[in-house]
């Protein structure tokens, strides 16, 4: 079983640039996977970033972006805010209608 | 615009069955695919499964022995019904909208709710 693969952690300093990943146990991240992210917040549902790769949802500030970076998905955020301090998670596609999350990456803005 | 809120009890018996309730306001819910998604406390999501508009559903493997989506589309309502629950089980359940044509997303999503399995 294919796991998808989050840093479980990550730091970054008010105004820095951080770039977060996704990955595959086994196996290459590309556009046919759909990668979406999700930031969470303690206690609040999840809040969509990014889906298909790179497209922002609606009312998503533009230093939040997504690529694929090598054999990854990876979501930048530049500029980093006080209040991006959160969990954030990606989502892939993995075919006959099965979507997988990964585990999650503890960002903190300090 | 489209919203979504979850009901149901907050408690269930080991070896029940949970049952979810999630209302779609501001929009049809045909012509989409409607997903459940859980998460235990202080870990990460899991999908658990989708249902489309006509009626047709798509299980997580890791759970599809115990799982059943249904929608009510007089009450633009969708449903979900877990059974033989345990401990593991326990979880906030959210619903949300999910895109799966040539994409992968979901939005928006419910609150969500806290379900413990516990005698």
Same mark, same amino acid.
């Given at each position: 079983q294919t796991v998808v693969t989050q840093e479980p952690s990550f730091s970054v300093s008010p105004g820095g640039t951080v770039t977060l990943t996704c990955g595959l146990s086994s196996g290459s991240v590309s556009t046919s996977y759909y990668p979406s992210w999700y930031q969470q917040t303690p206690g609040q549902a999840p809040r969509t970033l990014i889906y298909s790769t790179d497209t922002r949802s609606s009312g998503v500030p533009d230093r939040f972006s997504g690529s694929l970076l090598g054999n990854k998905a990876a979501l930048t955020i530049t500029g980093a805010q006080a209040d991006d301090e959160s969990d954030y998670y990606c989502l892939l596609y993995m075919g006959s209608g099965i979507s997988v999350f990964g585990g999650g990456t503890k960002l903190t803005v300090l | 615009q489209v919203q979504l809120q979850e009901s149901g009890p907050g408690l269930v018996k080991?070896?029940?069955?949970?049952?979810?309730?999630?209302?779609?306001?501001?929009?049809?819910?045909?012509?989409?695919?409607? %997903?459940?998604?859980?998460?235990?406390?202080?870990?990460?999501?899991?999908?658990?499964?989708?249902?489309?508009?006509?009626? %047709?559903?798509?299980?997580?493997?890791?759970?599809?022995?115990r799982v059943t989506i249904s929608l009510d589309t007089s009450k633009n309502q969708f449903s979900l019904k877990l059974s033989s629950v345990t401990a593991a089980d326990t979880?906030?359940?959210?619903?949300?909208?999910?895109?799966?044509?040539?994409t992968n997303w979901f939005d928006p999503w419910g609150q969500g709710t806290l379900v413990t399995v516990s005698s």
């Open positions: - | 080991p070896s029940e069955t949970l049952s979810l309730t999630c209302t779609v306001s501001g929009g049809s819910i045909s012509g989409y695919y409607w %997903s459940w998604i859980r998460q235990p406390p202080g870990k990460g999501l899991e999908w658990i499964g989708y249902i489309y508009s006509s009626g %047709s559903t798509n299980y997580n493997p890791s759970l599809k022995s979880a906030v359940y959210y619903c949300a909208r999910q895109y799966i044509r040539k």
